[in-house]
């Protein structure tokens, strides 16, 4: 277990918050598979969309709902042969869920029990060791995010799922996420660095400093595992770089207490 220490209610430090997919933990061969899944299944296996296909709906920035995404992708195909799409959205988050969380009440038959861990439980101690304060803002459902922070003998921190907030890059969720941490460890923040792997991620902060400028921002962009192949990954970094980020990792262990962020900070 992590063991975290209270700070003085007037000390001023800077407060990491992470998203969970492609951050924390490699959704490859789960969401994503449930979501090419959904779509080859109502779409009678006339169409799979491939992992390119997935990333360039994400790009559009509006996307990191992957039931939404999914509905998305079956509607598209459906328009191209000049018909609209019958599936009701229930329809479409059931079959999903039925891949990803499997049939049984632990979910050890679903894609989710698969998912390989990116960080690792000596990543966040080493944060909390040093005085920085850390949390989670994902799109996840609670329960799918409670379930790798349980692997990660993660139970005490604080955590803003699907249930909690707008979806992004509405920011709400990753404000709420900022003022719970800093309630819980009695702490006045001043910088906010937000961990994601999308670009919606990073619109989320871009819309923070919109929205509440009393926090200076840097939006950490790292690469999802899917992403293979030298000339891919440049792409993706690019894109995460023209949509807000202030800085792209190859991924979150290189995101170490030992970097500057005030000079990184745009």
Do not use: C
């Not at 080859?40 to 995404?69: C, M, Q, V």
């Amino acid at each position: 277990m992590i063991e975290r220490t209270v700070a003085n209610l007037d000390s001023s430090k800077n407060i990491f918050v992470f998203d969970i997919d492609g951050v924390i933990r490699d959704v490859s061969g789960s969401y994503r598979r449930a979501l090419a899944d959904t779509v080859e299944h109502f779409t009678l296996s006339a169409y799979r969309p491939t992992s390119e296909e997935i990333d360039d709906l994400k790009s559009e920035g509006i996307w990191n709902n992957d039931w939404e995404a999914s509905q998305e992708l079956i509607k598209r195909y459906f328009h191209r042969l000049d018909q609209e799409s019958q599936i009701s959205y229930e329809s479409i988050v059931a079959f999903f869920q039925s891949r990803y969380r499997g049939s049984k009440s632990d979910w050890q038959d679903g894609y989710i029990a698969s998912e390989p861990l990116i960080a690792n439980q000596e990543y966040f101690q080493g944060l909390t060791d040093v005085g920085i304060s850390w949390g989670f803002f994902s799109g996840a459902t609670k329960a799918s995010a409670t379930f790798v922070l349980n692997r990660l003998q993660i139970s005490d921190s604080v955590l803003i799922a699907m249930e909690d907030a707008d979806g992004k890059p509405d920011p709400t969720g990753l404000l709420m996420a900022v003022k719970q941490i800093e309630t819980l460890e009695q702490i006045s923040a001043d910088l906010v660095v937000y961990v994601g792997d999308t670009v919606a991620d990073m619109l989320t902060v871009l819309k923070a400093r919109e929205y509440d400028s009393s926090y200076r921002y840097l939006a950490v962009g790292v690469i999802p595992p899917h992403v293979q192949g030298e000339n891919f990954r440049d792409r993706y970094k690019s894109l995460l770089m023209e949509s807000g980020a202030d800085l792209v990792l190859n991924n979150l262990l290189e995101l170490t207490p030992q970097l500057n962020y005030s000079q990184i900070q745009k």
